[in-house]
């Protein structure tokens, strides 16, 4: 024990006893290691975590990566990130699993101190390593690897990296004296005649780096090739992830295997090709497996995957065989089970009586409820035996083809049912290159729904988007400078399915700036906008004819068709459906704000049917433009209505900016000094509003919160969380927009729960936002909405709604404090003044309202159709999709004669 700690402790007996009695009821032999993994990594700092991207792999994780490598008893195994030494001591496990089956004695629990075979204790003095340069976690290490039964700790402080400094370190004596015995066993480990530390002859590395954080010493980077641009010059700065691909790969042994957790954007990002060229160059991948999103919660939310390579190797002589080959088999798996929930606590296994019990496995230990493996025969077989079967099927030289092999041989009925549950594919290298010219690897790009999307659309006549456009651009790069008046400046938030919305509010430029843009992207008439940027849907609508000039942002991308190949209103139409969003997520780039790249969208697949059948989805759009049109203009009526009544109808807010109150008046009536809120205008609005009242509730005026585990997306089958983004410009609530819970956040939060004609007003950032939720879903609202229960008697939801809208978010604005992001406090919201409206007066708005609603639902209903016959067409035929939609026209009442 003394070498895990290099300070000296002197404890008198009286402070021994005490520090016995606090830890004698502590079990660490036999414990389950998910529960000792959380006490260590307690023990790190915050600062590893998170400046240095230094996060603990899950068990399951680790257990998965070391089933697909299969590590052997004669095989050298290192960990160059070793962190709490999690791949370590599970490949000691697996190892000894081998040696105890071998000499026919019962595999029990491996992490204690029951006597093993020497065998055992050979592997692992001889054969494991670990190196990591945080002290702290090699001490944690260390101590976890003495109480798995290791007794010899070959766990070295080095900076595996910057390896030209590990002479000057391994001489300092204090370092000796702990970590003496395991360099000299480490050295010994280097090829014949190196000169130095870079090349080592293991036979497999595992490893999670920290995926934060770059190098900048130029000492250091100039020892890579990865760090080299490709003019030769070496970069300023280089992602410690990067530089460990390299380090690791000079790890091993011609023939050796890796298994390495990197971020997502080393798989999929244009800018890292030349990472995966060099990968390929030097190995064959064999597997990457998509890890869950909350994998590495509550640390990060960072998206990652396992990479699994061995390096290519003709001599059998030097290390195991893996010829170079042109073109071979990659296993791609995405990991469908999460693990843990997105709080990032664990989710386990529960038994299958509907009792609701969790599943013990044979030490008595919850089991994490992931896809990665099968446990111990008590849960379903996962990733790792599909690949395992893979891995047999390849002749991989790490899995014995034997029939007399634990494993047996390749069982190909076994290996089609797997890989039909799982979200796992088997494709070529030089697929992937047809796939994707950047060599794209991130197995959520090889989901098997995109060939299956691809397969169905190319049973038709079809071309790629670039042959059917003239062009395909977008807009400015450039936050343009923003003017009160001018030429409209259109974003994504425009941009809705298969409409324009010019209703939600869009800044302006200045002519010359327009004109500037306009020269490299001009929207017009019968052209195409297709949302690029941000999270959700890559709606795409067509530019309505007689349109204000506009220029648009990046955000948005602009293509305009060849009229002669397709029908644009069709176009839009199909890359609404599921066809044409499931190929352009697949092209997304980036977690936090996924934009799609323009050549990306240039090499979608669209395809291309009879011209009368264009021309009906056309027909389509277009009467569904038409009633969106009069929806709007009911809408309008009802607003026009209710100022009318109100005498605010045409009303203009004065231009005198002075009054004079009183300190009773002003002060000690609202307790406010500041001049914009005595603003003249404000007590006018309220003169107009001739008979008022102030309380029209029910229930008390509620805000909500955002609790911890918020799903973010639409799921049918939860509860829902309300957000401002979800309110419509006509009081409702686009219910696709909404975000889902658990059940159990539900229960905990039923006091901010919202009911069936509650009104929900945003209280911050655009103050007076308003929707009146009509959805026959439970649900929960933020703490940037308050409700509204309305005494029906007084006041309709609906026109309170209106009210606010129209007339109550001025009132509101007067009453918000806060400079930065201003708000309206519960305390003030129930100072707004509600009109004393005659249920005759309500009942006239109402039916405007009604209008407005019915006409608005009936487009969506139109726009519908129009997507599912697209979609019905690529399924089936034109004939088929063309009589389903005629039915369906039919049965609205609509005619596009």
């Not at 008198?12 to 993994?37: A, Y």
């Not at 005494?791 to 809208?805: C, D, E, G, T, V």
Request: hydrophobic share 35%; aromatic share 10%.
């Amino acid at each position: 024990m003394k070498k895990l700690c290099k300070r000296s402790i002197s404890l008198t007996p009286s402070h021994l006893s005490v520090c016995v009695s606090s830890l004698e009821n502590v079990k660490l032999f036999n414990s389950n290691l998910d529960v000792i993994d959380e006490a260590f990594e307690y023990l790190i700092n915050q600062s590893s975590k998170g400046e240095k991207g230094q996060f603990f792999t899950p068990r399951y994780v680790i257990d998965m990566c070391v089933k697909m490598l299969n590590p052997q008893e004669d095989e050298y195994m290192i960990d160059s990130a070793a962190g709490s030494s999690g791949f370590p001591v599970h490949t000691i496990f697996h190892v000894w699993r081998q040696i105890l089956e071998d000499e026919g004695l019962e595999v029990s629990h491996l992490f204690s101190l029951e006597e093993k075979p020497p065998r055992c204790k050979e592997y692992v003095e001889e054969k494991v390593f670990a190196i990591d340069f945080d002290e702290k976690a090699v001490r944690v290490a260390r101590t976890l690897n003495l109480i798995a039964g290791d007794g010899q700790t070959n766990v070295l402080h080095l900076n595996t990296l910057d390896y030209e400094l590990w002479d000057e370190v391994t001489q300092q004596e204090e370092w000796l004296s702990v970590y003496f015995n395991g360099f000299n066993r480490l050295k010994k480990l280097r090829p014949k005649g190196s000169p130095d530390y870079r090349e080592f002859q293991f036979d497999i590395l595992m490893a999670n780096p920290p995926f934060a954080g770059d190098i900048k010493e130029p000492r250091m980077i100039a020892r890579y090739d990865l760090a080299k641009k490709p003019n030769g010059k070496w970069e300023t700065k280089v992602g410690r992830d990067i530089l460990f691909i390299e380090r690791n790969l000079d790890f091993l042994k011609p023939g050796g295997r890796m298994a390495i957790v990197l971020p997502q954007g080393r798989f999929n990002n244009s800018s890292d090709k030349n990472i995966r060229d060099f990968i390929a160059e030097r190995c064959r991948i064999l597997a990457v497996v998509g890890l869950h999103s909350n994998t590495f919660k509550p640390h990060t939310g960072t998206k990652t995957s396992v990479l699994l390579v061995q390096k290519w190797n003709d001599d059998p002589k030097i290390g195991a065989l893996c010829p170079h080959q042109d073109d071979y088999n990659i296993f791609f798996a995405t990991m469908q089970k999460s693990g843990k929930d997105n709080s990032g606590e664990k989710v386990y296994v529960k038994v299958s009586d509907d009792s609701g019990d969790l599943l013990l496995d044979k030490h008595n230990h919850w089991i994490v409820d992931h896809d990665l493996f099968n446990h111990d025969g008590l849960t379903e077989d996962g990733i790792a035996e599909a690949f395992i079967e893979f891995a047999k099927k390849e002749n991989l030289s790490f899995f014995d083809l034997s029939p007399l092999s634990k494993g047996g041989a390749f069982d190909a009925v076994k290996y089609q049912q797997l890989m039909d549950r799982l979200e796992a594919v088997e494709l070529t290298f030089n697929q992937i290159i047809e796939e994707d010219k950047n060599l794209r690897i991130d197995s959520e790009f090889m989901k098997k729904e995109y060939f299956i999307v691809n397969s169905k659309i190319k049973k038709h006549n079809c071309n790629l988007l670039c042959n059917l456009a003239n062009k395909v651009s977008d807009g400015t790069h450039f936050t343009p400078i923003y003017t009160e008046i001018g030429v409209p400046f259109l974003s994504a938030l425009n941009v809705k399915e298969n409409y324009l919305d010019i209703k939600t509010s869009y800044q302006f430029i200045s002519v010359n700036e327009h004109k500037f843009l306009y020269k490299r992207c001009n929207p017009e008439s019968n052209d195409i906008l297709l949302r690029k940027v941000g999270v959700g849907a890559r709606w795409a609508c067509v530019v309505p004819e007689n349109i204000f000039e506009f220029s648009i942002f990046v955000s948005v991308a602009l293509i305009k068709c060849k009229r002669s190949k397709i029908n644009p209103y069709f176009l839009s139409t199909f890359i609404n459906t599921f066809y044409g969003q499931k190929q352009l997520i697949r092209f997304n780039k980036g977690i936090s704000q996924p934009d799609l790249h323009l050549e990306e969208i240039r090499k979608l697949i669209v395809p291309q049917f009879d011209y009368n059948f264009e021309n009906l989805i056309e027909k389509i759009v277009r009467y569904s433009q038409n009633l969106r049109e009069v929806s709007t203009s009911k809408y309008q009526q009802a607003e026009d209505s209710l100022l009318t009544e109100l005498g605010l109808k045409d009303w203009q807010p004065t231009e005198e900016s002075i009054a004079v109150k009183s300190f009773s008046e002003s002060f000690l009536s609202s307790g406010r000094l500041d001049a914009e809120y005595y603003q003249p205008k404000y007590d006018e609005i309220e003169k107009q509003v001739k008979s008022y009242i102030r309380d029209v509730l029910i229930k008390d005026i509620k805000n909500g919160t955002t609790p911890e585990g918020v799903i973010q997306e639409f799921m049918s089958n939860k509860p829902k969380f309300v957000r401002v983004e979800a309110f419509n410009q006509s009081l409702e609530i686009d219910e696709e927009k909404l975000y889902s819970i658990e059940h159990k956040t539900l229960i905990k939060y039923k006091s901010i729960s919202v009911d069936r004609d509650d009104v929900l007003v945003s209280m911050t950032g655009t103050i007076g936002n308003v929707a009146v939720y009509l959805i026959d879903a439970l649900a929960i609202i933020n703490q940037n909405i308050v409700k509204l229960t309305c005494n029906q008697s007084i006041i309709n939801p609906y026109i309170l709604a209106l009210y606010i809208k129209s007339v109550g978010r001025s009132l509101l604005i007067r009453q918000q404090t806060g400079n930065v992001q201003p708000y309206v406090n519960i305390t003030n919201f129930q100072k707004l003044i509600i009109p004393l409206l005659t249920q005759e007066i309500q009942s006239r708005i109402l039916t405007y309202l009604e209008e407005a609603s019915h006409q608005r639902n009936k487009s969506k209903q139109l726009l519908e159709i129009a997507k599912i016959g697209v979609e019905k067409a690529i399924e089936t035929d034109e004939e088929t999709a063309t009589a389903w939609i005629n039915q369906q026209l039919e049965s609205l009442g609509v005619n596009l004669i």
